[in-house]
Nanobody
Framework: QVQLVESGGGLVQAGGSLSVSCGTSGQTFSNYAMGWFRQASGKEREFVAAISGGGTNRKYADSVKGRFTISRDNFKNTVNLQMNSLKPEDTAVYYC????????????????????WGQGTQVTVSS
């Protein structure tokens, strides 16, 4: 069982930056690809970014490429999403998730592909 806890959300003005983090416990962290998803009010949960177990492979949604960066620290068992040039449409609850099957490639973008989920953290971007 992998327990995930997000932190770092908050309120920021458009154009600003914010970082959200996810801490884990329970299993060898590097055995899992880690992903970030988000869910805006009234919308489906969508893929944002993923990183492989060793940190060498990354994948981003087109909507965040060039603005968001995913990273991980396998010694601290944490994964981070640095968000720059934020837009009001980035407003959502952000969730981290863990997937063992894509730990080498980080190509999993579907909600159903991830085995474990955090409780989410709210990010609000004001215009």
């Amino acid at each position: 069982q992998v327990q995930l806890v997000e932190s770092g959300g908050g309120l920021v003005q458009a154009g600003g930056s914010l970082s959200v983090s996810c801490g884990t416990s329970g299993q060898t962290f590097s055995n899992y690809a880690m992903g970030w998803f988000r869910q805006a009010s009234g919308k489906e949960r969508e893929f944002v970014a993923a990183i492989s177990g060793g940190g060498t492979n990354r994948k981003y949604a087109d909507s965040v490429k060039g603005r968001f960066t995913i990273s991980r620290d396998n010694f601290k068992n944490t994964v981070n999403l640095q968000m720059n040039s934020l837009k009001p449409e980035d407003t959502a609850v952000y969730y981290c998730a863990a997937d063992s099957s894509s730990r080498r490639t980080a190509q999993a973008t579907g909600v159903s592909q991830y085995e474990f989920w955090g409780q989410g953290t709210q990010v609000t971007v004001s215009s």
